[in-house]
């Protein structure tokens, strides 16, 4: 009897990848491009024209397991989150806060549960116009309980959480790292062409609103149907209706109360301090402890829950920290910019009616190797723009193509911190999200291609 194909582990998927790049830094030239600081963007920027091919430096095989090591040092700051917010939740789900509340919201919501979809994805599109989707990882547990409280999965709770996140980033409305950086690259007033980014909100909004509602169904109907099934079963325990917490207690208000304190803080803290992870993981620390104390626990119980829930995150956590290896390999091999330089030339040659959709489908490429949002920006926008000008698209059509190419295939990439921080924190593997996410992703590549083009043809602008 044939044996059926099983998908490799997450592991194996990465360090698969980290092979690829190895073998590309022997196949791809080296070559860079002189760099100069913009003082607007304050980014080092390519200068157009000053390629030049450089000596190779091919990457080792045998340097696989110092490049994974070498990914975990860069990602410590997201690793260490990971397991501290699961930490922190394990304190508050042992209260059974979040269960009391998710038990009370499905009475509320009974025979209306479709609607909590398009209710949080669009508020975390909104927040994710002006930061990033990382500040909002932690939220992901909460979205994973509510839907499991109405009969969905844990892919319809974190979806509805990042890929929310992932709109309202993607289409760069407000975002000072990606939108502020390419413009300023390009020259653009600040936000301009505000109008039409907001109406690509919309439109990459509702059409992933309509994915998810449509799984979700499936998945209320019959739980088989989950691409997580076997994860629902094992975390059955999770789910209110197993839990012995039906009631809402004097004392689960007061943790009501210290989370919104908590999450108002380390959202207002990244929008207006510039808090990075490191003080995300402080917050979520004060948390934890302060919620299982007003609950009643003890120091120890404290701790005990608080390794408990960190313990069963670390195969995610280590997760993100080897996927970051892989840009790095890229990086020191040198081969970045040959590549960038080489996708640019290439989008000249397309036929007409596909430049525009092309230079798109260039960025999502690029992103796979540049998974910083104002880095992709500075690497490509010089190159991008002259190529631009030779085809006939405005520059804020060029700065549009690089907004969805920089942020959409975030959430297809095992590269992606974003992602794989979210998976990570609730315990879905890559693989599994990948049969959730392709058909989504796909759809998301069309709708991109389109808005493109309709934005190529007005002459969108200015300029």
Known sequence: MKKR???????????????????????IPAGQFERVKDEVSKQMVVIQGTFKYIES??????????????????????????????????IIIETGMFQSFAAKMTKVFSNKEVLI????????????????????????????????SIGYDAIVGVAMVCLGGAIGFSTGTFNPFTTGVAQSIAGLPLFSGLGYRFFCLVVFLVVTNIYIIWYAKKV??????????????????????????????????????????????????????????????????????????????????????????????????????????????????KILDTTVLFLGNLLVDLPRFLQAAGMFLMQLIINGLITSGSGQAAATMPIMLPVADIIGMTKQTAVLAFNFGDGLSNYVLPTSSALMGFIAMVGISYDKWMKFMWKLFAIWIVVGSVLIIIANTMHYGPF
């Open 5 to 27: 194909f099983t998908f490799p582990d997450t592991y194996v998927v990465i360090v698969i990848m980290m092979v690829v790049a190895v073998a590309l830094t022997w196949i």
């Open 57 to 90: 430096s091919p990457i080792s095989f045998l340097k696989v397991p110092l490049y994974i090591m070498k990914g975990l040092g860069k990602a410590s700051n997201i690793i260490f989150l990971v397991l501290i917010v699961g930490g922190a939740f394990n």
């Open 220 to 333: 209320k109907k019959d739980i088989r149907n989950s691409v997580v099934y076997d994860l629902e079963m094992e975390d059955k325990n999770v789910n209110v209706t197993e839990q012995k917490f039906d009631k809402v207690e004097g004392k689960h208000y007061l943790i009501l109360l210290i989370v919104i304190a908590c999450f108002s803080l380390l959202v207002y803290g990244s929008q207006n301090w510039k808090w990075g992870l490191t003080e995300n993981a402080a917050i979520f620390i004060w948390m934890g402890v302060l919620s299982g104390f007003a609950y009643g626990f003890g120091p120890s119980k404290v701790a005990t829950e608080f390794t408990k829930g960190a313990r069963k995150l670390v195969y995610g956590a280590l997760m993100v920290g080897m996927a970051n290896g892989i840009g790095i390999v890229l990086a020191d091999g």
């Open 117 to 148: 979809i398009p209710a949080f994805s669009t508020i975390f599109a909104l927040a994710c116009t002006t930061m990033g989707v990382n500040t909002f990882i932690g939220f992901a547990p909460i979205g994973v309980i509510i839907a499991r």
